[in-house]
């Protein structure tokens, strides 16, 4: 109800936040594509995780928040199309390959963050400012709740738009949507389902990358092991 939303610290919600708004974004577009992965891989470590990971070490050793989120997005990119790899080009099975490579990311970025820590014992970065916009964010309950947010979470909510108006009202869209509905017709009628599927796969890992970002460079400014916990999920129930 709109009531939960009164004194909340927005970014916390579990849908509208920037973070669950990159995600639901990636999750529309594999959705789109029919390469849903039910699998706790596909939602959270894949490339959710990853991408927090990186975008935390990238931001902590060079100080810049703009070079955290860029590699958030290109790591959570690259585990997306390994998972591509496999399912796209070696017609392995989603769920399957999606839990190993989820091992694989969760045993990887613990690793990796405790040699960080053995080495630099406190780690934090800054993090994003609060932009108030002017006279909505002092609509009651629902100005503080979608207009005293970060920089990111304006852009998940552009994003979101865009997303729909391209997939309801454009060609690629709707060869994208007849894709995920049936594979073998849309490839009867000279779609090119494959190269859809492989750029279905990259846009995915880069929001999901750039939702694992948003934890560090707007909510957190610190990496914790596992730290996305099954956030994923809500996209996936989206």
């Not at 009164?6 to 579990?14: C, I, M, S, T, V």
């Not at 990111?152 to 894709?179: C, E, K, P, S």
């Amino acid at each position: 109800s709109l009531c939960a939303l009164r004194g909340a610290d927005f970014p916390n919600l579990p849908i509208l936040s920037g973070e669950r708004g990159f995600r639901i974004g990636a999750a529309i577009l594999k959705k789109m594509l029919g390469k849903v992965i039910h699998s706790v891989a596909e939602q959270d470590s894949r490339p959710m995780l990853c991408g927090a990971f990186f975008s935390f070490a990238a931001a902590y050793f060079t100080g810049s928040l703009v070079v955290g989120l860029i590699a958030g997005m290109f790591f959570g990119m690259l585990v997306s199309l390994l998972h591509a790899l496999l399912c796209v080009k070696g017609k392995q099975n989603q769920t399957v390959s999606g839990l190993a490579i989820n091992m694989i990311g969760l045993g990887i970025t613990s690793y990796l963050y405790k040699l960080m820590c053995n080495a630099f014992p406190r780690m934090q970065i800054s993090i994003l400012p609060q932009m108030d916009f002017p006279l909505l964010c002092k609509i009651p309950v629902i100005g503080p709740a979608f207009f005293q947010q970060d920089l990111l979470t304006y852009v998940a909510y552009i994003l979101l738009l865009a997303a729909f108006v391209f997939y309801r009202y454009t060609r690629v869209g709707l060869n994208m949507a007849a894709i995920g509905e049936k594979p073998m017709a849309a490839d009867a009628a000279g779609i090119h389902v494959e190269r859809f599927q492989w750029i279905a796969c990259a846009v995915n890992g880069l929001l999901g990358g750039a939702g694992g970002a948003y934890m560090i460079i707007a909510q957190l400014g610190a990496f914790s092991d596992n730290m996305t916990a099954g956030r994923g999920y809500i996209a996936l129930a989206v």
